[in-house]
């Protein structure tokens, strides 16, 4: 199980909005703009993420990741004290705008949900799921969560129970498999083993050919680093569902931090997609960077065009040192153009979910393609 670090109680900030107390504990609201400190959220989020997945790979919720996701405009987010002040769980809403089916649709993604796991059994993350929906409503207009589910997530139950006790809608998209590419196969078996069929590729004679190896074509791809911002809205796909407002895109995948989060361009082919870099962590084993490609925008380009950028831009990543590079297969690009482009399907998968006011989503379904961020 992977240890938390020892951090003592830290005091709220001073405009912190306490909105309920109830059997010992404190549930305060915080702007994105304005969050609370890292390291007691570090912290806390390191002992339920390792005490949910135990000796699997996970997320490392670490200071540059933090830093990515807060402080965004427009964003809330939920914490709980215990009666010791100690932090003990929180969650985090990041505002978005879709188009859905040529319809504006304004949502919070719901994403960090963490409950220290001595602290259990107190529905302390039904309580912050309900309350996050509420600031979603009040201070952003926004009546409907999203957020993405693993294929073995902790937090299913708890979404499945709040939906219920509220009275809400839930709609799930087809399973979404996740696919990967790596440069040294071996390296990434200690985080990510490989199943079935799959560990063939791990063969001398057929590892060579299973790993990414970047050629001289993928380097003479021009890749500009852009703002969402500086996209054409030509450039959006047509799909029922996109991520509109690059506005709000470029707080997470502008220029400031290139090494962590960015949007490039391949102007020669129209094309763009924006990434992220995490840490990945599992015990007994260093932590590694693992890149994701977030968003692809082609437009009207061919799907052609899309492979020789999705090369470019995965090449790139690995050159930031990330020892793998994901994406999920919403179904923007074909699985042939993804073989080709050096990435295999991973025994993983992913579930997009919007959960919230009826009104909202009655009389509508989730399916692919689908052009959205799964953070």
Not at 97 to 104: D, F
Not at 139 to 144: E, H, S, T, Y
Not at 182 to 209: F, N, V
Request: net charge negative; hydrophobic share 40%.
């Amino acid at each position: 199980m992977l240890a938390a670090p020892d951090v003592e109680p830290m005091p709220l900030p001073a405009d912190m909005e306490l909105i309920e107390r109830q059997n010992g504990y404190s549930l305060y609201a915080f702007e994105g703009t304005t969050p609370p400190a890292t390291e007691p959220m570090m912290a806390m989020m390191g002992a339920a993420w390792g005490h949910d997945y135990d000796e699997r790979a996970i997320f490392r919720y670490d200071e540059p990741y933090l830093r990515w996701l807060l402080p965004k405009a427009g964003s809330v987010g939920v914490l709980v004290t215990d009666s010791q002040n100690q932090w003990v769980g929180c969650i985090i809403g990041v505002h978005r705008e879709l188009r859905w089916h040529g319809k504006p649709l304004s949502v919070l993604y719901s994403t960090a949900l963490s409950v220290h796991p001595a602290h259990r059994g107190k529905r302390l993350a039904m309580r912050m799921l309900a309350l996050l929906h509420q600031l979603g409503r009040e201070r952003c207009g926004a009546g409907v969560l999203a957020g993405i589910l693993d294929s073995d997530a902790s937090g299913e139950p708890t979404v499945a129970a709040v939906v219920a006790e509220q009275g809400w809608l839930l709609l799930e998209s087809p399973p979404l498999t996740v696919w990967g590419c790596t440069a040294d196969l071996l390296a990434m078996e200690a985080y990510e083993p490989l199943q079935g069929l799959a560990r063939i590729a791990l063969l001398p004679g057929l590892r060579s050919r299973a790993e990414f190896k970047t050629r001289r074509a993928d380097r003479a791809v021009r890749l500009e680093a852009v703002s969402p911002q500086e996209l054409e809205p030509a450039e959006l796909p047509e799909a029922p569902l996109v991520t509109l407002n690059c506005g709000a895109l470029s707080e997470m995948y502008g220029q400031a931090h290139p090494e962590r989060s960015g949007t490039l361009r391949a102007p020669d082919y129209g094309v763009s997609a924006c990434y992220h870099v995490l840490t990945l962590c599992r015990p007994g084993a260093p932590d590694c960077l693992l890149g994701q490609v977030q968003l692809i925008y082609g437009g009207s380009a061919r799907s052609g065009a899309l492979l020789p950028v999705l090369r470019a831009v995965t090449a790139r990543m690995l050159d930031l040192g990330c020892a793998s590079v994901t994406l999920m297969d919403t179904g923007l690009v074909a699985g042939l153009s993804l073989i080709r482009a050096g990435y295999t399907p991973l025994p993983r998968s992913v579930r997009f979910i919007l959960y919230g006011d009826t009104s909202e989503l009655s009389g509508k379904s989730l399916d692919r393609p689908l052009h959205v961020e799964l953070m």
